[in-house]
């Protein structure tokens, strides 16, 4: 069954990511499984937030982050923990957020056009599952309210899809 994305018509940025997780929150009820609902935050967030270019979902598999669902360009498969923006806000447990990525070190460039970046860190009490990533071909696209938004969308994922990890 098709569901309507709808982006919240707001201004206010915290407003809408208050919309937002709402409709994440609909989205999501009734179903437990973390690849489905990954998929679906994945694609109701690229669709629904201006100016991103890659929306998507890095789980840790043995020791390193492996791609899961996304929408944007192919990517990058496999990221180690502590390298590239992702592998660095996975290792702190910490979301990181980095206007131009081309002068953090390290950056790992799966897309070129992609200028900034919001990594948010998906931790269930002690265990780091994986991590939110969110690109953009825009410098300075993200911002604090960005950050607070997507932790709080990211925590309706994680509780969403609790009971089948």
């Known amino acids: 069954m098709a569901h309507s994305i709808e982006p919240p018509a707001t201004a206010n940025k915290r407003e809408f990511y208050r919309e937002l997780a709402l409709q994440l929150s609909g989205l999501l009820t009734g179903e437990r499984d973390p690849i489905a609902n990954a998929a679906n935050t994945a694609a109701l967030l690229y669709h629904a937030l201006p100016g991103v270019n890659w929306v998507g979902f890095y789980f840790l598999k043995q020791g390193e ?3 899961g669902p996304f929408q944007g360009k192919p990517a990058c498969v ?3 923990l502590g390298r590239g923006v992702c592998g660095t806000a996975a290792e702190a447990r910490r979301p990181v957020v980095v206007p131009d990525v081309h002068v953090f070190p390290g950056h790992i460039a799966c ?4 200028r900034s970046e919001l990594v948010v860190p998906l931790v ?7 991590v939110l990533d969110l690109d953009s071909p825009s410098a300075g696209r993200f911002d604090e309210d960005d950050r607070a938004g997507c932790e709080n969308l990211a925590a309706i994922y994680l509780a969403a899809s609790k009971e089948e990890r």
Do not use: C, F, M
């Not at 897309?111 to 992609?114: G, H, I, K, P, W």
């Open 78 to 80: 496999r990221i180690a």
């Open 111 to 114: 897309d070129t056009a992609s």
């Open 124 to 130: 269930e009490g002690d265990t780091l599952v994986g």
């Open 65 to 67: 982050l492996v791609l």
